[in-house]
């Protein structure tokens, strides 16, 4: 005799879940000029670096710019947290509207002093600028 073993699996409904909505920040960062002359990379109307991001996603999202990363020649600022928290700070440093961009600047210059090229990155958890290269140029002869 054959026993026959039937078993029934019983689920309820299925939900489907939400699609998660994922951050897509684009990142930008600039440079006055691409050539300072080292006697004016410390003077802001010469030369400053300039923050941009974009929130290209369909809600608003927090960018998480403190936690931040800005490279110089591949190496962490080691400054950077001050500077990145120092100064006046809107909502969208905490909650970036959708379409919306964040923008914002700062004089630099005390740490691109001595001549040479420098290459500059912006990176963030869900963001990461292009990397921006610059020339300080030696002091003018007196």
Not at 61 to 89: C, H, Q, T, Y
Not at 91 to 102: I, M, V
Request: with cysteine; proline share 6%; net charge neutral.
């Amino acid at each position: 005799m054959r026993h026959l073993l039937c078993a029934v699996i019983l689920t309820g409904a299925a939900v489907a879940d939400e699609p998660k909505k994922e951050a897509k920040l684009w990142a930008g960062l600039g440079v006055t000029s691409p050539t300072v002359s080292a006697d004016d990379v410390t003077t802001p109307a010469f030369f400053q670096v300039a923050f941009a991001l974009v929130n290209d996603g369909d809600a608003a999202v927090d960018p998480e710019v403190m936690a931040s990363k800005f490279l110089v020649n591949g190496k962490e600022l080691k400054d950077w947290s001050f500077l990145i928290g120092n100064g006046p700070r809107g909502k969208e440093f905490e909650s970036l509207p959708a379409g919306q961009a964040l923008r914002f600047g700062s004089a630099m210059g005390r740490y691109f002093t001595e001549p040479g090229l420098y290459k500059l990155q912006w990176k963030g958890k869900a963001f990461e600028s292009a990397v921006v290269e610059f020339r300080v140029l030696p002091a003018r002869a007196r």
